[in-house]
């Protein structure tokens, strides 16, 4: 397929109408950027907000739960943390785990490492083949670098993945388009 050939796929419909997700698969969590929380507000360094006890806590055998931790990353990253982001990514428990190889990839393409985030993108895919959001944002690097054929590669699996319509594969599909990139 050809680059004018995609843009006959429908790209003017608008990017919010589309699920994104917060699970691998590009589902309504990720639609819209994070919400600000106190871990942004107040929180300074690699610190997270911790409702319990109402104050910033390194996120080292903090007690905090995955999901909570991985909130924080995605709102550090937004944030223009990512620095920070990868201090929370680093107490992660399970580094295998692909939201978490997912989100090393983006915080280094968002530091300007592409091969680094490249890298990372894939180790994601290859622990879960249908991870579509580390597709969307190994192309969203892919159209950063200039390297169309192969954004238009990932697109064309996260369709095949079944993603067609989701937050992934809309983001993905208009990058390409528009050569903007998202930051969530």
């Known amino acids: 397929m050809r ?4 843009l006959a796929l429908g790209l003017t419909l608008p990017l919010g109408a589309f699920a994104a997700g917060g699970d691998s698969t590009g589902g309504s969590t990720w639609t819209n950027p994070p919400k600000e929380t106190q871990t942004t507000k107040e929180c300074k360094g690699v ?3 911790d409702d319990k006890k109402k104050r910033c806590v390194a996120p080292k055998n903090s007690g905090l739960d995955a999901d909570t931790l991985y909130d924080a990353v995605r709102e550090l990253a937004y944030a223009g943390r990512p620095a920070d982001a990868q201090g929370v990514l680093a107490a992660m428990p399970d580094q295998s785990d692909d ?8 915080t280094h393409r968002k530091l300007g490492d592409l091969d680094r985030a490249a890298f990372y993108y894939q180790a994601a895919i290859a622990a879960n083949p249908d991870n579509i959001l580390a597709r969307s944002y190994m192309g969203q690097g892919f159209v950063e670098a200039g ?3 192969l954004a238009i590669a990932q697109w064309r699996e996260i369709t095949a993945r079944g993603g067609e319509g989701s937050w992934a594969e809309v983001s993905l599909r208009e990058a390409i388009r528009s050569g ?4 969530y």
């Open 3 to 6: 680059f004018p050939s995609l």
């Open 47 to 49: 610190k997270v907000w």
């Open 99 to 106: 939201r978490v190889l997912t989100y090393w990839g983006f």
């Open 147 to 149: 390297k169309t054929d």
């Open 180 to 183: 903007l990139t998202y930051s």
